[in-house]
């Protein structure tokens, strides 16, 4: 009796102990951090990458051949050089040929100019009191126009021996030539270029064609300007998809006003497709992918709460829940990734 006695009790206390162990990781609790949850703006947008390139660029090149003379930057008091700021018709290169100068006879079509506009006003003077015919009025007319036109195209044969900014821009090019040296028509002079304004043309995958609008706006960022970014709007996109990449190609324009983004560079753009002001956001790697969907962890009254979640809009870091999270919810951001239903948790910084 004694001996059943004992084992009875034995067992008891076994079954006690091993129950107490039981509690014990029950009882477990998990250190995790939290945030509340708070309305927040979030963007949905496309990433791209390419080179941008100068809106405005021209090369200039000698209309005719003659002796090249370099002309003085009027800012600098020195010759024109590389990276020399023009404005829109500023002489940069001068080229000269006193035999073509001789013939256009600027001088003399500018005093047949001055001849033929007075006698047609005194022409016209006389017609009105009846002093001429009506014949004679017109002849003194055409004579007049005709030697408009024919100074006119003095003025544009002698412009040819200057080689004049066509905009305001930058010389990017600039070859050299000995001052004096005798140079070929069509020789390459100067490039200017005015990158004010920038484009960019993109290749984007065929599921963004029925997203991506006209004046979508873009943010554009440059490694070596990591603290500038500029603005840019998509204002050409093509309806085609290209059947080896399966993309389309979208041109953009960039802001660019003081000049900090150079022809060339190569940049990322973030096409922003979508927004709102105002949402439940959240950060997309605190979300787990559980069979009945994707689920985040609440603490409520210091325990886990596992919550399915419907999502929204979305980039790379964040994305929108649009069910399953209320503002002030306190939502687990680390220590998650071991945490069950109802389990109890410790909040640490």
């Not at 067992?11 to 998990?30: P, Q, R, W």
């Not at 013939?103 to 047609?120: A, G, P, V």
């Not at 041109?251 to 002001?277: C, H, Y």
């Amino acid at each position: 009796m004694k001996k059943y006695l004992f084992l009875l009790l034995s067992g008891v206390l076994l079954y006690s102990c091993g129950n107490n162990d039981f509690n014990n990781d029950n009882e477990i609790t998990i250190p995790v951090s939290v945030e509340d949850v708070k309305l927040k703006p979030i963007e949905e947008f496309v990433d791209a990458t390419g080179t941008v390139y100068a809106s405005m660029d021209a090369t200039l090149r000698a209309e005719i051949s003659g002796k090249y003379h370099l002309k003085i930057n009027p800012i600098t008091s020195k010759l024109y050089k590389l990276g020399d700021k023009v404005k829109k018709g500023e002489v940069i290169i001068h080229i000269e040929d006193a035999e073509y100068e001789n013939n256009i006879r600027i001088d003399y079509q500018k005093l047949q100019l001055e001849q033929k506009k007075s006698t047609f006003e005194k022409q016209k003077s006389l017609y009105d009191k009846g002093g001429v015919t009506q014949t004679e009025l017109k002849s003194a007319e055409l004579d007049f126009i005709n030697q408009e036109y024919s100074y006119k195209a003095a003025q544009i044969e002698l412009n040819k021996m200057k080689v004049v900014a066509p905009f305001e821009g930058v010389i990017v090019s600039l070859p050299y030539f000995t001052d004096g040296t005798k140079i070929s028509a069509n020789t390459a002079l100067v490039g200017i270029m005015n990158y004010s304004k920038l484009f960019l043309e993109i290749n984007l995958p065929e599921k963004q064609l029925n997203v991506l609008k006209l004046n979508t706006v873009a943010r554009i960022m440059n490694y070596s300007l990591p603290d500038d970014t500029l603005k840019g709007l998509v204002t050409q996109i093509s309806p085609a998809i290209d059947e080896g990449t399966r993309t389309f190609k979208a041109v953009l324009q960039i802001d660019n006003p003081k000049w900090k983004l150079r022809p060339g560079m190569f940049v990322k753009a973030e096409l922003v497709t979508a927004s709102k002001d105002k949402a439940v956001v959240i950060a997309k790697n605190i979300i787990l992918s559980r069979k009945r969907g994707k689920t985040v962890f609440v603490v409520v009254k210091g325990a886990s709460e596992e919550r399915v979640i419907t999502t929204g809009l979305e980039n790379p870091e964040s994305i929108e829940v649009i069910n399953g999270l209320e503002v002030n919810d306190r939502l687990v951001t680390k220590g998650f990734e071991t945490l069950r239903n109802r389990q109890k948790v410790k909040i640490i910084k």
